[in-house]
T-cell receptor, first 113, second 112 residues
């Protein structure tokens, strides 16, 4: 089954404790991206990757890191999480040949205390 | 900079009513436009898309036309169902750039 998976789905952590949210897709998509969803703000793009070893900042990259060493994986790293990073995070992937329509993962709800 | 603005919600309709959710955009180039839908507790799903001016996207009875002259991509459905209750997001994307910009979302609630 074609899908985007994220792990973990729920995470409660403390300020400053490094964490990684994994994202994996099995559709051989070139493009992958991370978003955060906050009430009243819609989805805002954190980072995106047009292909392996190619990443770029979205609108809200501060406090986040990403890497794209393999085509299928695009982990999101929070080196020193802070409470303002409490949010719902979505990973998505897409294929250039279909006009970059995004396939979304199920989301990761992160709480930083 | 580029942006997407949607009508504020929540929008509450009775079943079989006509739906319009307004979406306008500001863009420096020629983006593709999308509508995504998010059902409660789920991730987003593509509803429809249009890649150039005057294109009409359609799916599941929903339609939207890419209007360059009014910079709009309004979502319409002739007869909504209770199962259409969800949050709808308008978005723009530049194929050459890679940035995807969403509107703030419009919650739709359809009552029987």
């Amino acid at each position: 089954e074609a899908q985007v998976t994220q792990n973990p789905r729920y995470l409660i952590t403390v300020t400053g404790k490094k964490l990684t949210v994994t994202c994996s897709q099995n559709m051989n998509h070139e493009y992958m991206s991370w978003y955060r969803q906050d009430p009243g703000l819609g989805l805002r793009q954190i980072y995106y990757s047009m292909n392996v070893e190619v990443t770029d900042k979205g609108d809200v990259p501060e406090g986040y890191k990403v890497s794209r060493k393999e085509k299928r994986n695009f982990p999101l790293i929070l080196e020193s999480p802070s409470p303002n990073q409490t949010s719902l995070y979505f990973c998505a992937s897409s294929f250039r040949g279909r006009g970059y329509e995004q396939y979304f993962g199920p989301g990761t709800r992160l709480t930083v205390t | 900079g580029d942006s997407v603005t949607q009508m504020e919600g929540p929008v509450t309709l009775s079943e079989e009513a006509f739906l319009t959710i307004n979406c306008t955009y500001t863009a420096t180039g020629y983006p593709s436009l999308f509508w995504y839908v998010q059902y409660p507790g789920e991730g987003l799903q593509l509803l429809l898309k249009a890649t150039k001016a005057d294109d009409k996207g359609s799916n599941k009875g929903f339609e939207a036309t890419y209007r360059k002259e009014t910079t709009s991509f309004h979502l319409e459905k002739g007869s909504v169902q209770v199962s259409d209750s969800a949050v709808y997001f308008c978005a723009l994307f530049y194929n050459q750039g890679g940035k995807l910009i969403f509107g703030q979302g419009t919650e739709l609630s359809v009552k029987p």
